[in-house]
């Protein structure tokens, strides 16, 4: 535990969908190296705390921010920030797999054609290693230059993992990445999430409990309080959180008994 360094600190943050306001509150740390899980009922903040990692929220159009999002030492919400950057070093999976209508090859290379030029050799190389980051290589060595569509749910999801990757970002945010999975395709993202520990940081929300405690090391309880407001209501080891949490309500729901 001591040697666990914060990759991400988050302090008093809270936001706000035009004058609504859907997070209060929230300070955290997400250590380097580690799974965070961002656990807790619908309607909570989940997916919008996370999307305030690399300021992708506010793509949803008038939003307000309070607070701080530190990252490498500066606070991502200073308007001196480059926003592409940020989103390379902050990459993101989303909850439905969303490849481009590309070739395979072209859905890995994208983020590198668009950051500088590279050769082509060079190309390759970074398109066949994300792919074999993302568990996917062996099986589509052989049809790379086949479209991503034709390509199953849970391997268009590992290409987007593996999109993700090829611009070796610092942190990868992944919003309920299997709910549209079955469960084979779960189970080898999970495996992934495993195997990718060691390259990177994770923070992911999942509305599965049995999930958060198989692939995470730490994880955030997030519930509303009366006023529907999402905050943080307990932090902690996973371990800790599922076997002996110290609020009542994140006992009642990982219990089940609510939620
Ligand atoms: N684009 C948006 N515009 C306005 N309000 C939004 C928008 N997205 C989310 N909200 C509201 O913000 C609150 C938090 O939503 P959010 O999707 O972050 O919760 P969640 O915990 O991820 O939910 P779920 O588990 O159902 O996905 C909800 O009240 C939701 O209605």
């Not at 990459?91 to 490849?99: E, L, R, S, T």
């Not at 983020?111 to 994300?130: K, N, Y």
């Not at 405690?213 to 932090?235: K, L």
């Amino acid at each position: 535990m001591s040697n666990l360094i914060p990759a991400i600190k988050v302090k008093n943050l809270s936001f706000y969908y035009s004058k609504s306001k859907a997070i209060e509150g929230i300070s955290m740390d997400i250590y380097q190296n580690q799974v965070t899980a961002i656990i807790g009922p619908s309607g909570c903040g989940k997916s919008t705390f996370i999307k305030t990692l690399n300021r992708i929220s506010e793509l949803e159009g008038s939003v307000k921010v309070e607070g701080s999002v530190e990252f490498l030492g500066q606070n991502i919400y200073n308007s001196r920030i480059n926003l592409n950057q940020l989103r390379r070093q902050i990459g993101m999976v989303f909850q439905k797999p969303n490849p481009f209508s590309m070739s395979i090859y072209e859905n890995v290379a994208y983020g590198m054609r668009i950051s500088r030029r590279r050769s082509p050799t060079e190309l390759d190389e970074i398109v066949e290693s994300a792919l074999k980051d993302a568990a996917l290589w062996d099986e589509v060595k052989d049809k790379l230059n086949k479209s991503a569509l034709g390509l199953s749910g849970g391997q268009q999801q590992r290409l987007c993992i593996a999109r993700a990757l090829a611009v070796k970002p610092k942190i990868l945010l992944m919003d309920e990445p299997c709910s549209a999975l079955d469960p084979i395709a779960t189970m080898k993202v999970e495996e992934l999430i495993h195997s990718l520990r060691s390259q990177l940081t994770i923070a992911i929300v999942t509305h599965n409990m049995q999930q958060a405690t198989r692939v995470s090391d730490f994880t955030a309880f997030f519930s509303t309080d009366e006023s529907r407001i999402g905050q943080m209501v307990e932090f902690g080891t996973t371990e800790q959180i599922f076997n002996n949490p110290l609020d009542s309500r994140t006992r009642d729901y990982v219990s089940g008994r609510f939620g």
